[in-house]
């Protein structure tokens, strides 16, 4: 299984709304809405922002928006703070297993 | 609330096995429905899925690492652990455990993780 592949970096200022692609294939994020984001602020563990494609675990705000289109799936945050900057990593399930995306770097100017 | 904590030794020699083990408190490594999982992170690089144990005790692990990963669950002491076998270089990583409700793919909550370095 091959990582699926994300932007190494973003940028946006705060207030606006930046969007971060995942592209997969056939076989993983084409196929399962079993798509997720994780934030990674530098040296903290990953926390889980959005889960099967567009759900968001109790507490992560609403600015935080996830979709999918074919094997390609985008996680969207509108009303960009300064605290959402931070690595950005998504992931899908594939045959019984999990794969990654390389990460995306989200800089807010 | 559930929380994860990694321990084990932060240096292993190349060759030999790495072994690493997650306490889970706040509740019952038995529960129902839940994955308990493994992921690593190289120093500057992206996540890594190891591999994941259900409750059930079915094992489900990356074809790239299958043939030297092994996971398992100590009920007895609210544990799981991870070994990977006939290390190198490339397996110096921050190892977290974490654990999925349900889907077995979100991985809802996290250890903090820990440096694991492979090196004469």
């Known amino acids: 299984q091959s990582a699926l592949t994300q932007p190494p970096s973003v940028s946006g200022s705060p207030g606006q709304s930046v969007t971060i692609s995942c592209t997969g294939t056939s076989s993983d994020v084409g196929s399962y809405n079993r798509v997720s984001w994780y934030q990674q602020p530098p040296g903290t563990a990953p926390k889980l922002m959005i889960y099967?494609?567009?759900n968001r675990p109790s507490g992560v705000p609403d600015r935080f928006s996830g979709s999918k289109s074919g094997n390609t799936a985008s996680l969207t945050i509108s009303g960009l703070q300064a605290e959402d900057e931070a690595d950005y990593y998504c992931s899908s399930y594939t045959s019984s297993s999990v794969v990654f995306g390389g990460g995306t770097k989200l800089t807010v100017l | 609330q559930l929380q994860l904590q990694e321990s084990g030794p932060g240096l292993v020699k190349p060759s030999e096995t790495l072994s690493l083990t997650c306490t889970v408190s706040?509740?019952?490594?038995?529960?129902?429905?839940?994955?308990w999982g493994w992921i690593r992170q190289p120093p500057g690089k992206g996540l890594e899925w190891i591999g994941s144990i259900y409750y059930s005790g079915s094992t489900y692990y990356n074809p790239s690492l299958k043939s030297r990963v092994t996971i398992s669950v100590d009920t007895s002491k609210n544990q799981f652990s991870l070994k990977l076998s006939s290390v190198t270089a490339a397996d110096t990583a921050v190892y977290y455990c974490?654990?999925?409700?349900?889907?077995?793919?979100?991985?809802?909550?996290w250890g903090q993780g820990t440096m694991v370095t492979v090196s004469s």
């Open positions: 974490a654990t999925s409700h349900s889907s077995g793919d979100a991985f809802d909550i």
């Open positions: 099967e494609v567009s």
């Open positions: 706040g509740g019952s490594i038995s529960s129902s429905s839940y994955y």
